[in-house]
Every structure is written in structure tokens, then in C-alpha cells.
């Protein structure tokens, strides 16, 4: 089974950009998708980003969440089996624990149980 250790979090005033990472170990992925979510306070765990491994950057399997389109970028290293989530002109709303998540297809059916692995998350805090 495949283990996920999210780093990267931190506390940015908004405006500012911080960079994710997910780590994958145990075994690698050669063509799973790799998912961002997200979980403010009180809120349930909402869909980021998420590309399939094996394309690298093809624009054509990334898929972004409204709220962040235009903003956030997803990218990928195969070499170090990392995932990156860049966050550029951070607002006080995307305040939140994000995780990171593999399964093997795309849909926007996002249960929890879907997913091979989950990452324990990392905070990532935006002040006004």
C-alpha cells in the first residue's frame, strides 16, 4: 500500500503563495490520479486538484476546482514520486488542512473510501 506524507503548509498573508508537496512511498504509481482536498473548519472535505501520473503536465487530465482555477497548480516529479500543489495570490478562504489522495481513475465522485491512500495533511493558514 502506498503511503503519502503531505509537507510544505504554513501560515502566508494573503496575497502570498506557498507550495505544497506529497511524497508517495511504498510502492510507485505509474498512472493512479493524484488528488488535492481541502477542510476548513466546520466544513466537509472539498476536491482541489487532481492529474493523472503518467502525462506528466498534459493539460488534458488536470482538473481543478472552480475556486481555485487560475490560481493553483497541480504539477508532478515521477523521479521523486511527488506530487505539487503551487498556490499563488492566497486567500483568507482557502485556509484549511489540504490532503493529498491516489486511486487509479478521475470522477467527481470524491467518497473518502474511492481512494487507495490518504495523507495525514498539512495546514495551511492565510491571514487578511
Known amino acids: 500500500q502506498v503511503q503519502l506524507v503531505e509537507s510544505g503548509g504554513g501560515l502566508v498573508q494573503a496575497g502570498g503563495s506557498l507550495r505544497l508537496s506529497c511524497t508517495a512511498s511504498g510502492r510507485t504509481f505509474s498512472s493512479e490520479y493524484m488528488y488535492w482536498f481541502r477542510q476548513a473548519p466546520g466544513k466537509d472535505r472539498e476536491f482541489v486538484a487532481a492529474m493523472r501520473s503518467s502525462d506528466g503536465n498534459n493539460d488534458g487530465n488536470i482538473y481543478y476546482a472552480a475556486s481555485v482555477q487560475g490560481r493553483f497548480t497541480i504539477s508532478r516529479d515521477n523521479a521523486k514520486n511527488t506530487v505539487y500543489l503551487q498556490m499563488n495570490n492566497l486567500k483568507p478562504e482557502d485556509t484549511a488542512v489540504y490532503y493529498c489522495?491516489?486511486?487509479?481513475?478521475?470522477?467527481?465522485?470524491?467518497?473518502?473510501?474511492?481512494?487507495?491512500?490518504w495523507g495525514q495533511g498539512t495546514q495551511v493558514t492565510v491571514s487578511s
Open positions: 489522495a491516489v486511486r487509479t481513475y478521475y470522477s467527481t465522485n470524491y467518497s473518502p473510501g474511492t481512494f487507495a491512500s
